[in-house]
């Protein structure tokens, strides 16, 4: 072979070899880039919110890093960051802004132009949407009424516990839909005939406080709603209620895979998982106002029949026929 040939070939060999680095440079200057904006510390690994998240990212053929950038920001608990952040995040200019429940209200306030995915409680109630439809402005995303969920919680518990007439409820009123959730059970349980004990957790030195008064005086059950600050801290809430042998009720199925006694909801690193997807339908062109808002349509009932065992009940064979997922 001639040298002319083989310079020929190794021209070649050269410019196939330099196509994706051109292609991945040309790539670079459009990446999209995506804030996430979260209350609780970034923790890692991921949260299951979180994990959920960057799967969905995935399945849809994303590469962190490569073909999306994302932009965390953590306030770490301390509520009074958040609207720096949210508006570090608009200097930025990204292109979407997830926000995730408990950081909602301050990246509503940063941008009326940005889109913002996230999870909605009650969201019309509320005021963030003007239809589940029709959302309008600039939010969107998985979506579901807890209200309606908080009243059955009640009343599953009751009819698991049938002489529960004391319960505690734990919850945050500075967290969107929770005022909402706490009329609805308030409502049922007067209904139900039960006496309700309302402790508020709106920071995490509030446990102590909330355990104290438990303590004080023990009810017969304990319900969650759910927020960030009650996901986090859900190990030290599961090891009082275990120590104390009280029988739990949450709104995310975690909580008793983890050793609560059971739980009644939407799956929501599912609803994290679906955030993805609208992310995927902004970035493609979609327009945040006219992107309905998906609910789920199943609700899970999990019972842990471990922790039934250990706090010597007895859950109603009704309700375990009904139960979604049994853990033993």
């Not at 734990?170 to 969107?176: A, D, G, I, V």
């Not at 929501?268 to 902004?282: E, Q, S």
């Amino acid at each position: 072979m001639s040298l002319g040939g083989l310079g020929k070939i190794l021209a070649l060999i050269l410019a196939i070899l330099a196509a994706p680095l051109v292609g991945e440079a040309q790539w670079q200057g459009k990446v999209p880039r995506v804030g996430y904006l979260i209350l609780s510390p970034l923790a890692d690994p991921p949260s299951a919110e979180r994990k959920a998240f960057l799967e969905g990212l995935r399945d849809l053929g994303y590469v962190v890093g490569r073909t999306i950038i994302i932009e965390y920001r953590s306030a770490a608990w301390n509520r009074e960051l958040l609207p720096d952040l949210a508006a570090e995040l608009v200097e930025l200019k990204v292109d979407v802004l997830v926000a995730v429940p408990g950081a909602v209200d301050a990246a509503k306030e940063a941008t009326t132009t940005i889109p913002i995915v996230t999870l909605l409680n009650d969201p019309v109630e509320t005021g963030l949407v003007a239809s589940l439809g029709r959302p309008g402005g600039n939010i969107t995303g998985p979506a579901w009424v807890s209200a309606e969920l908080a009243s059955k919680r009640l009343a599953l518990l009751k009819e698991a516990i049938p002489k529960a007439a004391h319960v505690t409820v734990l919850w945050n009123p500075t967290n969107q839909g929770e005022p909402r959730q706490w009329n609805e059970t308030q409502a049922a349980a007067r209904v139900l005939g039960v006496t309700l004990q309302s402790l508020e957790v709106r920071d995490p030195k509030d446990f102590t406080n909330v355990f104290s008064a438990m303590t004080r005086k023990r009810p017969d059950a304990l319900i969650t709603f759910v927020s960030q600050l009650t996901t986090a801290y859900r190990p030290v809430i599961i090891e009082f209620a275990t120590k104390n042998r009280l029988p739990t009720m949450f709104a995310v199925r975690e909580d008793v895979e983890a050793g609560g006694l059971m739980a009644y909801a939407p799956n929501v690193p599912d609803g994290f998982r679906r955030a993805a997807g609208y992310v995927d339908k902004i970035l493609k062109g979609a327009k945040p106002g006219g992107l309905p808002l998906e609910q789920p349509t199943k609700f899970e009932l999990v019972i842990n029949l471990k922790t039934a065992k250990a706090l010597g009940l007895t859950i109603p064979q009704s309700l375990l026929l009904r139960a979604d997922q049994i853990i033993e």
